[in-house]
């Protein structure tokens, strides 16, 4: 069975880091498009990062460009967002997501309908 499971999240002070992962089992991750999402308290879900098949295409939302890094690393079968200078309107759960897309593609999809396999979330709270 195909799981996703993210880890990392935690309590952060405005300015700190964190490393969220997103850890696949029952599949490799080498054949998919990964992205991240989060939705915080009170709003709908969006899209934060995502990587194509081929590490060579990622994008990032205007929100968090220059400040969250996604990378991946096939052999551990884990893509990471990497996030620097949070804010407190960073907060908020972090879900990644997984959509088949075959060896070496640079698309991935800025938009949730595009995935069918979803992890559980992992909170990250940014907070003083």
């Known amino acids: 069975q195909e799981h996703l499971v993210e880890s990392g999240g935690g309590l952060v002070q405005p300015g700190g880091s964190l490393r969220l992962s997103c850890a696949a089992s029952?599949?490799?991750?080498?054949?998919?498009?990964i992205g991240w999402f989060r939705q915080a308290p009170g709003k709908e879900r969006e899209g934060v990062s995502c990587?194509?098949?081929?590490?060579?295409?990622?994008w990032a939302a205007d929100s968090v460009k220059g400040r969250f890094t996604i990378s991946r690393d096939n052999a551990k079968n884990t893509v990471y967002l990497q996030m620097e200078s949070l804010k407190p309107e960073d907060t908020a759960v972090y879900y990644c997501?997984?959509?088949?897309?075959?060896?070496?593609?640079?698309?991935?999809?800025?938009?949730?309908?595009?995935?069918?396999?979803w992890g559980q979330g992992t909170h990250v709270i940014v907070s003083s």
């Open positions: 997501a997984a959509v088949y897309v075959g060896l070496g593609i640079t698309w991935c999809g800025r938009y949730e309908g595009r995935y069918r396999d």
């Open positions: 029952g599949f490799t991750l080498n054949n998919y498009a």
């Open positions: 990587i194509g098949s081929s590490a060579d295409n990622t």
